[in-house]
């Protein structure tokens, strides 16, 4: 049974002397909540079961960045940024906006508030800070996590190397038709059983290790000389590390959108805080410690790119840059067996990314957020979160398929970019207005880790940048990213997608509560397994007692269902 208690101080009632003895009875069920002040102020923390330490911390991290993007991207970002030397900065600075993001987040992360000091990364950042208009930033949210197919470019990515594993020549579609299986394939072994779904995880995530330390090791090699393949010719990349064209204000850009999307996640255990043993150390240590190792290890892996692969092959391999290494540094047989490495490698980011996806949809579907809440927060039929898995893989399906041949890939990577920068601009924006209320003495900010103002102003700075400049045209001469679409394409998506939200917010926060003689309210809830979230209560107008005294009974209510769903037949 998961019932829900409401903590001491959750509500500020709006009616004077209403409560009750029932209410008052949850309101007691909270007084073992783990406790933190801050100033004057005692914070009601979460007391689920905190299982992730600080080398899992730093692993939640790893495996979430080190994916398809060190294999894919490096072609693309040569070929924008036009020569070696311009590539190897432009992995530099996207590692350092990485850090700065990641600091920026631990920051919010920090604070000892259960608003902030809980799962859900940036969206319970941007419900602190912009709290008006109400829901708002819930909803445009909401819409951004419902919409986009983040890993819908990885499938496309597994289908490619799988082809070039069975010496197939990697047509658009019939990649495209083995991403489409691969998304499938995560959705099941996600929705039968998640227990062989994280088993599948894991035994997955070691071959990324495994082959980014092998293409480091192989660089170095070459360098001195120890490769002997036949295909192999010394490509003297760093005799003239700037030899080539000179970068442009768009190819920057495009080759910076390349970069972060190879560092998203950086701000993951932002996402799990109510699970880590010591949120501050993981903060503080776990994550960037983990987001600056794999930053070194990607410069050594370009490095070791540059080596083997010559510079016009290099900027003609596309997504499957790695096939071309091992091959010219190997033979075709290593080729092959890398290609099928590197694609179970995106297949293992596949089924992360749907096993977390279909949780934040199942957890907006507990808030009250979407129509029909009770279908998309359901378990049923096999104790996983299937309506939510399903949302997302057809999302994926859609993503994949809908782009013109040859588009898919660039579409989908910069339609994610795009609107995390935007949200990552918001999120610094936020930063900096909570430090300047506090410094005039309107509001209490105390967090336990604090980052350089100069930091989060960079961090701010270069979302602004990667916001403003995809509109900037290429050069004459210069090819768009995209082959059949104008390169503002993913920027007008982006856009479009937070207008729906607005939209769905005018709906179901405006004109549906007002046609249906209802307000609604969102309050803190505290479920048994420890762990605090919000939850959307709908109070008629007719209800003439406190907001305290509807919200206890329609807990009750819900509690007393879930007893009788519980009882045997």
């Known amino acids: 049974m998961a019932f829900l208690t409401l903590p001491k101080n959750v509500f500020t009632s709006t009616k004077s002397e209403h409560s009750t003895e029932e209410f008052q009875e949850n309101v ?85 508030s259960r ?17 008006r208009p109400k829901y708002l930033v819930t909803c445009m949210y909401a819409l951004y996590i419902l919409l986009t197919g983040g890993s819908a470019g990885i499938c496309v990515v597994f289908g490619e190397y799988i082809l070039r594993a069975a010496q197939v020549e990697p047509t658009e ?6 991403g489409i299986a691969s998304v499938c394939f995560a959705f099941l072994v996600n929705t039968l059983n998640v227990k062989v779904g994280i088993f599948v995880l894991n035994v997955l995530g070691t071959f990324k290790i495994v082959i980014v330390l092998l293409i480091a090791v192989t660089g170095w090699v070459a360098l001195g000389g120890g490769i002997k393949n036949e295909e192999f010719t010394p490509t003297h990349a760093f005799s003239n590390a700037f030899q080539g064209t000179s970068p442009t204000a768009y190819g920057v850009v495009i080759s910076l959108y390349n970069v972060i999307w190879s560092f998203m996640g950086y701000s993951n255990v932002n996402y799990n805080l109510s699970e880590v043993k010591n949120p501050i150390k993981a903060l503080k240590y776990s994550a960037p410690i983990a987001v600056v190792s794999l930053g070194i290890i990607y410069i050594l892996v370009n490095i070791a790119y540059f080596a083997v692969v010559p510079f016009d092959v290099m900027t003609n391999s596309g997504r499957i840059l790695a096939a071309d290494f091992f091959r010219i540094a190997f033979g075709t047989r290593a080729e092959r067996a890398c290609s099928v490495f590197i694609a179970l490698s995106a297949l293992g980011n596949v089924i992360a990314a749907t096993f977390s996806q279909g949780r934040i949809v199942q957890q907006f ?21 299937f309506t939510g898995l399903l949302e ?32 990552n601009f918001f999120v610094a924006g936020a930063l900096l207005w909570l430090r300047y209320e506090a410094r005039k003495g309107r509001r209490e900010w105390i967090p336990n880790i604090k980052t350089p103002v100069p930091v989060i102003v960079f961090f701010l700075l270069s ?20 082959n059949h679409m104008p390169y503002w394409i993913h920027c007008v998506a982006a856009w479009g997608i937070f207008a729906l939200g607005v939209l769905y917010w005018i709906i179901w926060g405006r004109v549906i509560p007002k046609v249906g003689k209802y307000r609604l309210i969102s309050r803190d809830v505290h479920d048994t397994d420890g762990y605090w979230r919000n939850k959307f209560f709908k109070i008629p107008y007719s209800y003439q007692q406190s907001d305290e005294e509807f919200i206890a009974q329609e807990l009750q209510k819900q509690a007393d269902k879930e007893v009788f769903s519980e009882k045997p037949i």
């Open 463 to 482: 979302s602004l940048y990667l916001i403003i400049a995809p509109y900037i045209p290429p050069a004459k001469g210069q090819s768009s990213v995209y």
């Open 392 to 423: 997302h893989c057809i999302i994926i399906i859609i993503t994949i398929v809908a782009p013109p041949a040859g588009d898919a890939y660039d579409f989908v990577l910069n339609l994610i970019s795009y609107p995390m920068n935007i949200i």
């Open 115 to 131: 608003l902030l000091q809980r799962n859900g990364g940036e969206k319970n950042y941007l419900e602190y800070a912009y709290s």
């Open 365 to 385: 579907g507990r808030e009250g957020i979407l129509p029909y809440s009770a279908f998309w927060a359901s378990q049923k039929p096999f104790n996983s979160p």
């Open 28 to 112: 007691e069920k909270s007084s073992s909540l783990e406790k933190e002040t801050v100033g004057e102020q005692t914070i009601e923390l979460d007391t689920g079961d905190r299982r992730i330490g600080l080398v899992t911390a730093a692993f939640l991290i790893t495996n979430r960045i080190l994916g398809a993007g060190i294999f894919a991207t490096p072609s693309t970002i040569l070929l924008m940024s036009g020569s070696v030397g311009t590539a190897l900065m432009l992995w530099v600075l996207g590692m350092l906006i990485a850090l700065s993001g990641l600091f920026v987040y631990a920051e919010f992360g920090s604070y000892p």
């Open 173 to 178: 579609w019939a990649a495209r038709g083995l």
